[in-house]
């Protein structure tokens, strides 16, 4: 599978690598390094039938469909595309309008995730969303107009602004509006945000976990009584809607990140990343040179990464593979690991898998993390 990490936002910050969308010249020139890129690493999948091609980042929806379609003929040059193919564009509700909606319904574009993250003005203000409350519900409406059935929506719990009934009212315009993939997030304060400025300041009060797990809870619950699976600690989907590339990171599949910043990985033990700056990517694509830069992981690594993402997940680490996949030695030491845990109930063994119980899901960062190599 192919990640196609766009550089490109609406609002430049001074802690990102961003870049302003109405610099035309640049955005040219990123888009022109972007295809070469594709080019030079094409030989980096073993697999060259695609399952899988994302376009991500920072807003690829500004892209117009001209481009977005250039990228993905780009690709098609040195890869195949599965007759069922799953293409997705990260997009913000306010960029879908109908003539964006209209053109892109053309192109080989078939799944729509959306950055909606709240249906109340409130929590879009505090999260300095572009968009407002009528523009997150009318952005989804109209891609369901144009065809776009395959949809997946941000919404985010736990905000300085909300409280359950809120939170209840957000679950229940989703369901309203057959979304059929959700991916939820509790809200986090990160450093240099305005957020962090305003709590700093007393302006809004610090999310509380307690009120972030009684949310997390309900939400689980609630999507299940309304037919969703929950296959992955923040993912929600109906049957047969799930992400297929998101699915593919956590099972440890192969792939490629093209543009600044993304990541790629050989499916076994190597990891590559490309440089960050947007110049210097330019640069090093203009002199036919790869921008990326790659380590060797070790077992250590390896297994921590296994771990970590497998208990996210609903199908668990399956222990035939960690039997297989590493020496005797390490694989004696997770069973030891592992069994205090059983006894407590934050582990379980489901049909050789290794899982942590969904009553338990919240806390799953903490255990995964009592179980790493050190």
């Given at each position: 599978?192919i990640y ?5 936002c ?5 802690y ?10 640049f ?12 080019g030079?690493?094409?030989d980096?999948?073993?697999?060259k039938n ?7 980042g ?6 117009s469909?001209?481009?977005?379609n250039?990228?993905t ?20 509700p306010?960029?879908?309008?109908k003539?964006?909606?209209k ?5 080989p574009?078939?799944r729509l ?6 249906f ?20 989804i409406?109209?891609?369901?107009d ?11 719990y736990?905000?300085p602004?909300?409280h ?9 315009k ?16 990160e450093?240099?945000?305005a957020l962090n ?5 007393g302006?809004?009060s ?8 009684q ?13 969703f ?18 699915s ?13 910043s ?14 960050a700056?947007?110049?210097q ?14 380590e ?14 497998g ?12 039997k ?9 030491k997770?069973?030891s690991e592992i ?5 407590e109930?934050?582990?379980?063994i489901?049909?050789?898998h ?6 338990h ?14």
């Amino acid at each position: 599978m192919i990640y196609i990490h766009v550089p490109f936002c609406k609002q430049k910050c001074s802690y990102c690598n961003f870049h302003f969308s109405t610099s035309l010249d640049f955005k040219d020139e990123m888009m022109a390094a972007m295809k070469k890129e594709i080019g030079l690493r094409k030989d980096e999948l073993t697999n060259k039938n695609l399952q899988s091609l994302y376009f991500g980042g920072g807003t690829p929806s500004i892209l117009s469909v001209a481009e977005i379609n250039g990228l993905t003929d780009e690709v098609l040059k040195y890869f195949s595309f599965e007759k069922d193919i799953e293409i997705t564009l990260e997009a913000n509700p306010d960029d879908l309008d109908k003539n964006f909606l209209k053109e892109l319904s053309h192109s080989p574009v078939n799944r729509l995730s959306i950055g909606t993250q709240s249906f109340f003005d409130e929590d879009l203000k505090l999260m300095n969303r572009a968009h407002n409350s009528s523009e997150a519900e009318s952005s989804i409406k109209r891609a369901q107009d144009f065809g776009f059935e395959n949809l997946s929506i941000d919404l985010i719990y736990g905000s300085p602004t909300s409280h359950m009934d809120i939170w209840k009212e957000n679950l229940n315009k989703t369901i309203a509006l057959e979304v059929p993939h959700i991916s939820s997030y509790a809200l986090t304060v990160e450093p240099k945000t305005a957020l962090n400025s305003w709590i700093a300041k007393g302006k809004v009060s610090t999310p509380k976990e307690e009120e972030q797990n009684q949310e997390f809870y309900y939400m689980l619950d609630f999507l299940k009584d309304h037919g969703f699976d929950h296959y992955e600690i923040s993912n929600f989907a109906k049957p047969g809607f799930y992400s297929r590339h998101n699915s593919a990171y956590w099972k440890y599949k192969e792939y490629l990140g093209i543009g600044p910043s993304a990541h790629s990985y050989n499916g076994f033990d190597k990891r590559s990343w490309n440089v960050a700056n947007n110049q210097q990517y330019i640069k090093k694509l203009n002199a036919n040179i790869t921008a990326c830069e790659s380590e060797i992981l070790s077992e250590q690594d390896q297994f921590n990464e296994m771990i970590m993402i497998g208990l996210r997940t609903s199908w668990g680490v399956n222990m035939k593979e960690l039997k297989n996949k590493f020496s005797e030695e390490v694989y004696e030491k997770i069973i030891s690991e592992i069994r205090p845990k059983l006894e407590e109930g934050f582990l379980e063994i489901d049909n050789d898998h290794l899982k942590i119980p969904e009553k338990h899901w919240f806390l799953a960062d903490g255990i995964a993390s009592d179980l790493f190599m050190v």
